[in-house]
């Protein structure tokens, strides 16, 4: 651990969750049939995208939280329709929550193998669902831009 | 400020340094012509990206460190080729550098006007500009997709 200290657990909490809402919006912004079916270049309509991210931030939490290295993580979540997967994904904003709030500042810090197979601290772990989210996110707003549909606001947070 | 310390303030740069050099082969990745033509559904070319992102970063830093709230910034980065905005993505790495080292614990809670316009704690700032290059380079991700150009591999810091 160095010096000086970025954020805490609770900004990045609400920084997350910030991203969460902008991207419920991106999925909104989608028809269903565009949502399941429409992609650029050979890569995954952005159900698939989006149905990776609920698989990974509330899911890899209570991993981390339970000290569980299980390759096949969780139950998988598995939403066929738009209205599922947006059900889902407020279910996971509270799963993240909670499971987000157990951390205690030492553990940010420890070195966990996530998956068996991502071995870095946790807090490492974390930015990357973050980022992972953001990532998938933009491609999303270029479908929807290829799609002639305005993505939402960035920061209407 | 909250309880828990998430990471620390050098943690922070080592994320953002490494999200960097994904970011640079991802403009390697592109043929010059297509780094400066190529768009999809009327965004920008991939190159007006990336001097976005090379206008904010350092400069910003810089206006933090100085206090400055100057609605226009720094000095504009307006490179003309693929190769100078190469040497200008490596210039502002060690920018960014210097200027993050002088930033103190205190100043990443301070809420910062940055441009006059964007008034947030300047943790918060800082994690707008990560996020906006992974934004961002996700984007170039699918245009690379779409000229049939395979990304760099993100995990490879």
Redesign the interface.
Do not use: C
């Given at each position: 651990?160095?010096?000086?200290?970025?954020?805490?657990?609770?900004?990045?909490l609400a920084?997350w969750q910030g991203?969460r809402k902008v991207t419920r919006r991106t999925i909104e912004a989608f028809p269903e049939q565009e949502l399941y079916q429409f992609s650029?270049?050979?890569?995954r309509p952005f159900s698939e995208m989006v149905i990776e991210l609920l698989n990974i931030g509330g899911q890899a939490l209570k991993m981390i939280v339970e000290n569980s290295t299980d390759k096949n993580g969780g139950e998988e979540i598995q939403p066929t329709t738009k209205l599922e997967i947006l059900a889902a994904w407020d279910e996971q904003t509270d799963v993240i929550n909670s499971y987000f709030v157990s951390?205690?500042?030492e553990r940010?810090q420890e070195t966990f193998n996530l998956y068996g197979e991502y071995n870095f601290p946790i807090?490492?772990n974390i930015?990357y669902f973050i980022?992972n989210e953001?990532?998938?996110?933009?491609?999303g707003?270029?479908?929807?831009?290829?799609?002639?549909i305005a993505p939402p606001f960035?920061w209407e947070l």
């Amino acid at each position: 651990m160095n010096t000086k200290n970025f954020m805490s657990g609770e900004q990045l909490l609400a920084h997350w969750q910030g991203h969460r809402k902008v991207t419920r919006r991106t999925i909104e912004a989608f028809p269903e049939q565009e949502l399941y079916q429409f992609s650029i270049g050979g890569m995954r309509p952005f159900s698939e995208m989006v149905i990776e991210l609920l698989n990974i931030g509330g899911q890899a939490l209570k991993m981390i939280v339970e000290n569980s290295t299980d390759k096949n993580g969780g139950e998988e979540i598995q939403p066929t329709t738009k209205l599922e997967i947006l059900a889902a994904w407020d279910e996971q904003t509270d799963v993240i929550n909670s499971y987000f709030v157990s951390l205690s500042e030492e553990r940010f810090q420890e070195t966990f193998n996530l998956y068996g197979e991502y071995n870095f601290p946790i807090y490492q772990n974390i930015l990357y669902f973050i980022d992972n989210e953001i990532h998938h996110r933009a491609q999303g707003f270029v479908y929807l831009r290829a799609l002639g549909i305005a993505p939402p606001f960035f920061w209407e947070l």
